[in-house]
């Protein structure tokens, strides 16, 4: 396969593993045999490409660090899963962005699912990249203690990144979620610029002990991209941008498991884990135990997005006086998740309709119940007309 060229493959066995273990059932790439794709479902990349970090450079050890550890974890039945090595870096950092993107495109073109282990957040835009072949819009979620956005004419490092992606031409971002994030690191001025844009700012204070309300944001992502920074210090050690507050280790095992659950979601990195910080690989273990729910949860797949078949779902219609807008919702009878059909100008932007289809909770339902627009629907109104 022609991805090969970019990859090499795992340099020394990573221990003596039981049968039960990711070490002994995994297909890797290893020894120059590069394994093949038939039947396999996601599809794990190490990217230890660490030049635009933003002081953090000890994350380019990071992959095989995180893939000794998932070796050690129990194997997941009845999905395909394979270990591509590791890219090859490239003379230049925009010569591994090329590598990244070139491969996530291969990956999608197969309906192989790109788990990429970083590395600093900045490959995040190299993902996106990937996704430009399709010419299809994508939501992105990033999880992240701050915004990463940078000014104009900034170049690109793991601080400043998704103004790369949002001036991005040809644009293929239609929605952008900010989740996990704190206060006191934002710079109001750049919050306030990507809420007028109807983006989706939620921050730490609204996630933990309500993280159900996290679910619907990562459901309708195509692209997730996990900064290990936004879980607390005594949890995540191993990064030089550790901080006291976070999410704590489960709260991010949660969120993955719903990832891997949602039938939109097509990539997942996570990024800025540094063995060079950790307390006894603690964090390095910790990420592969992110990855391990994303699996758990791709294993479960329930293909319940709404369409499929009308006699799955519970169909509920909502009059809003004032705007006179109906709300429809979508109960799914697998599952008990939420949806809520935005409407939109056909003619306009054809290109938009897969997201008028909006990922919700209850909590949405209920808010429209009392005569009250939910937050969801309107932003995506406002994007989609």
Known sequence: ?????????????????????????????????????????????????????????????????????????????????????????GEKAKDSYHAVAFIVS?????????????????????????????????????????LDLGAEEEVINSGAYLNKIIRH????????????????????????????????????????????????????????????????????????????????????CQIFRYAGMSDKLSSVGIYEINPLSDNGNQTSELAAQLVWYFLEGFSNRKNDYPGASDKDYMKYTILIKGPDHDVIFYKSKKTGRWWMEVPFMTGKRTRYQRHSMVPCSYSDYQQACTGELPDRWWQAYQKLN
């Open 106 to 146: 291969k990956l999608l073109e197969l309906n192989i699912v790109p788990v990429l282990l970083g590395g600093s957040q900045d490959l995040t835009y190299a993902n996106y990249l990937g996704y430009e072949p399709r010419q299809q819009t994508v939501n992105l979620v990033c999880i992240d203690r701050t």
């Open 169 to 252: 031409e040809p644009n293929l971002l239609f929605n952008f979620s900010l989740l996990g994030y704190q206060t006191h690191f934002i710079n109001p001025a750049e919050a306030t610029l990507l809420t007028n844009m109807y983006f989706d700012l939620y921050r730490l204070g609204q996630l933990q002990g309500n993280l159900e309300e996290a679910e619907p944001f990562v459901r309708d992502a195509d692209i997730l991209s996990f900064d290990i920074s936004s879980v607390r210090r005594s949890d995540a050690p191993g990064t030089s941008h550790s901080t006291p507050n976070g999410l704590y280790g489960e709260e991010a």
């Open 1 to 89: 396969m022609e991805i090969e060229q970019y990859l090499e493959p795992l340099k020394r066995p990573l221990g003596v593993y039981k049968n039960f273990q990711y070490g002994s059932c995994i297909k890797a790439f290893r020894d120059k045999e590069f394994p093949s794709l038939d039947g396999i479902q996601i599809a794990l990349l190490g990217i230890g490409e660490a030049r635009n970090s933003a002081g953090n450079a000890g994350c380019s050890e990071a992959p095989d660090k995180i893939r000794e550890a998932l070796y050690n974890l129990t194997c997941i039945e009845g999905i395909g899963v394979a270990d591509l090595g590791n890219i090859i870096p």
